[in-house]
């Protein structure tokens, strides 16, 4: 089998880098090249909302070489992706046209969820730790430069993942503008820090065994190698006794000592502290006995993304089911999580699978039909009455890790025109077809009972038919079946029709 080489590029949030993969069928992934380049992105845009132009100039030369680079190994594809400081800079689009055209690179800006997402497969290319890791209760704290992502495991299902506080670079910027020593300072990062994490506590911990944290970015990796020069077994993890040991040895030096102490520049050193003092507060608030740093970064999530994508490798962690897992835990949230959703999604995916040959939709709207069938009374927790746009506004308002901004909107859209009258000119194709399959499903279980819980369905000329051994009256169901039948037809050109198959 062939090996494919391809380049991940980062532009973060306070340095550019890319990574030269070889992606084999047989061996995996494996790092070959690995470039950074230091740059204050995120400085100009949490100050100022936009960046300049002699950090956009900057931004290409750097670019300029990596697309040199690219050439020199060959790469057959390349994945260039930008995070929250380009993602919340107001010229942002002027930017990806100037480094287009001057470096022939195009990035994507992707959401938080997607990053985080892609983080998180990162963590899950080292299969054997993760798994193991995440049977337990288990916290994975991505503390970025622009903000810090915190995600819940309990059993092996992800319960949430929210982004809790500011990232690094914020805070250190927030701490520039007061007057205060460094005692002052770092009691204010914790007050910062403290807000959040109580509200995160009460909403999402309660009474949760966290017994791992994985610590993911630079500072931590370079925490837990500090302390493996104090004594820790492994360069990749510490119990909490020595993370404090370490923590209380940097609170104490100078940002010169640290510099010195930790090995690393001063760019970095100024990050280390209030970096430090997330990690410090969110395992003080877990109670997690042992980190774990899997040393991965951005790049190596967009390698494995697209190395997953192209069904060259293939991972024993179920990653779709933790997009739903993250739904259904919104949908108990909103009181929406119980046996009629469960029905209606499973009758929605066997719809989807029927009509297959007819509605032409990709693989991946099957899962944003079943997130959209899990959540769509979520409004219901606000109003009973045209709650169509109260669930929009929840789901908009809401990261579901994994998701597009642009597939966040269609699951928003597809609910909102589930309750709502259809409006022919604010939605597209695709999302008239979801919509259709939703509103058929939650049909079937019109009456709340599950009665056609275990029917078949497939499509026999112009009919799609919904066959049930069920021996009870199913008068209702068949009348709201009849009352969608119109919209269905209309968007695939095909009429519903439940047949219930009587015993002799």
Same mark, same amino acid.
């Given at each position: 089998?062939?090996?494919? !080489?391809?380049?991940? %590029?980062?532009?973060?949030?306070?340095?550019?880098?890319? +990574?030269?993969?070889?992606?084999?069928?047989?061996?995996?992934?494996?790092?070959?090249?690995?470039?950074?380049?230091?740059?204050?992105?995120?400085?100009? #845009?949490?100050?100022?909302?936009? /960046?300049?132009?002699?950090?956009?100039?900057?931004? *290409?030369?750097?670019?300029?070489?990596?697309?040199?680079?690219?050439?020199?190994?060959?790469?057959?594809?390349?994945?260039?992706?930008?995070?929250?400081?380009? &993602?919340?800079?107001?010229?942002?689009?002027?930017?990806?046209?100037?480094?287009?055209?001057?470096?022939?690179?195009?990035?994507? /800006? =992707?959401?938080?969820?997607?990053?985080?997402?892609?983080?998180?497969?990162?963590?899950?290319?080292?299969?054997?730790?993760?798994?193991? =890791? /995440?049977?337990?209760?288990?916290?994975?704290?991505?503390?970025?430069?622009?903000?810090?992502? !915190?995600?819940?495991?309990?059993?092996?299902? !992800?319960?949430?993942?929210?982004?809790?506080?500011? +990232?690094?670079?914020?805070?250190?910027?927030?701490?520039?503008?007061?007057?205060?020593?460094?005692?002052?300072?770092?009691?204010?990062?914790?007050? @910062? %820090?403290?807000?959040?994490?109580?509200?995160?506590?009460?909403?999402?911990?309660?009474?949760?065994?966290?017994?791992?944290?994985?610590?993911?970015?630079?500072?931590?990796?370079?925490?837990?190698?500090?302390?493996?020069?104090?004594?820790?077994?492994?360069?990749?993890?510490? #119990?909490?006794?020595?993370?404090?040991?370490?923590?209380?040895?940097?609170?104490?030096?100078?940002?010169?000592? =640290?510099?010195?102490?930790?090995?690393?520049?001063?760019?970095?050193?100024?990050? !280390?502290?209030?970096?430090?003092?997330?990690?410090?507060?969110?395992?003080?608030? #877990?109670?997690?006995?042992?980190?774990?740093?899997?040393?991965?970064?951005?790049?190596?999530?967009?390698? #494995?993304?697209?190395?997953?994508?192209? &069904?060259?490798?293939?991972?024993?962690?179920?990653?779709?089911?933790?997009?739903?897992?993250?739904?259904?835990?919104?949908?108990?949230?909103?009181?929406?999580?119980?046996?009629?959703?469960?029905?209606?999604?499973?009758?929605?995916?066997?719809?989807?699978?029927?009509?297959?040959?007819?509605?032409?939709?990709?693989?991946?709207?099957?899962?944003?039909?079943?997130?959209?069938?899990?959540?769509?009374?979520?409004?219901?927790?606000?109003?009973?009455?045209?709650? +169509?746009? *109260?669930?929009?506004? @929840?789901?908009?308002?809401?990261? /579901?890790?994994?998701?597009?901004?642009?597939?966040?909107?269609?699951?928003?859209?597809?609910?909102?025109?589930?309750?709502?009258?259809?409006?022919?000119?604010?939605?597209? @194709?695709?999302?008239?077809?979801?919509?259709?399959? $939703?509103? $058929?499903?939650?049909?079937?279980?019109?009456?709340?009972?599950?009665?056609?819980?275990?029917?078949?369905?497939?499509?026999?000329?112009?009919?799609?038919?919904?066959?049930?051994?069920?021996?009870?009256?199913?008068?209702?169901?068949?009348?709201?079946?009849?009352?969608?039948?119109?919209?269905?037809?209309? @968007?695939?050109?095909?009429?519903?029709?439940?047949?219930?198959?009587?015993?002799?």
């Amino acid at each position: 089998m062939a090996n494919h !080489l391809f380049a991940a %590029i980062d532009v973060g949030s306070f340095e550019l880098e890319m +990574g030269i993969y070889e992606i084999s069928p047989k061996n995996g992934i494996r790092q070959i090249d690995h470039l950074r380049h230091v740059i204050a992105l995120g400085r100009d #845009t949490y100050h100022t909302g936009k /960046i300049s132009y002699r950090l956009v100039d900057e931004m *290409c030369r750097v670019l300029g070489d990596f697309s040199k680079v690219m050439k020199g190994y060959k790469v057959e594809d390349y994945w260039a992706c930008a995070t929250s400081a380009m &993602r919340e800079a107001v010229n942002n689009q002027i930017i990806l046209d100037q480094i287009e055209v001057r470096t022939g690179i195009k990035v994507q /800006i =992707i959401s938080n969820s997607e990053q985080r997402f892609l983080s998180y497969k990162a963590i899950a290319m080292k299969a054997a730790e993760f798994e193991k =890791i /995440i049977q337990k209760g288990t916290a994975i704290a991505d503390v970025g430069f622009g903000s810090t992502q !915190l995600s819940l495991f309990d059993k092996d299902s !992800l319960v949430t993942t929210q982004n809790i506080v500011p +990232g690094v670079l914020k805070i250190r910027d927030t701490l520039s503008m007061i007057q205060a020593n460094r005692i002052q300072e770092n009691s204010i990062v914790e007050e @910062i %820090i403290d807000h959040e994490l109580i509200k995160f506590k009460k909403l999402y911990l309660r009474d949760r065994d966290i017994k791992h944290l994985i610590g993911v970015g630079d500072t931590i990796t370079i925490l837990v190698r500090k302390a493996a020069e104090s004594g820790a077994s492994t360069t990749d993890r510490m #119990t909490r006794e020595q993370f404090n040991r370490v923590y209380d040895q940097l609170m104490s030096l100078s940002a010169a000592q =640290i510099e010195e102490a930790f090995g690393i520049n001063e760019s970095f050193a100024s990050i !280390l502290v209030p970096s430090a003092i997330i990690y410090n507060r969110i395992l003080q608030m #877990t109670g997690a006995e042992m980190v774990w740093t899997p040393g991965t970064r951005l790049c190596d999530g967009v390698v #494995t993304e697209y190395a997953q994508n192209n &069904r060259w490798l293939k991972f024993t962690h179920d990653f779709e089911e933790d997009m739903l897992a993250a739904a259904r835990n919104m949908a108990k949230r909103y009181r929406c999580g119980n046996a009629h959703v469960l029905c209606v999604e499973n009758m929605a995916a066997r719809m989807f699978d029927a009509m297959k040959k007819y509605h032409g939709l990709a693989q991946r709207d099957r899962i944003l039909l079943r997130i959209a069938a899990i959540l769509y009374g979520c409004g219901k927790y606000v109003t009973m009455r045209e709650f +169509g746009e *109260c669930s929009y506004n @929840i789901i908009m308002s809401t990261e /579901i890790i994994g998701l597009s901004q642009s597939e966040r909107e269609l699951v928003a859209n597809v609910v909102r025109h589930y309750a709502d009258e259809y409006e022919y000119d604010e939605a597209d @194709i695709r999302t008239a077809k979801l919509t259709a399959m $939703l509103r $058929l499903a939650v049909a079937l279980d019109t009456s709340y009972h599950q009665k056609l819980e275990g029917c078949r369905m497939g499509v026999r000329g112009d009919n799609l038919i919904i066959s049930t051994e069920y021996q009870g009256d199913l008068s209702l169901e068949i009348l709201s079946v009849n009352t969608n039948a119109g919209f269905f037809e209309e @968007i695939f050109g095909i009429q519903p029709v439940v047949k219930q198959k009587r015993r002799v």
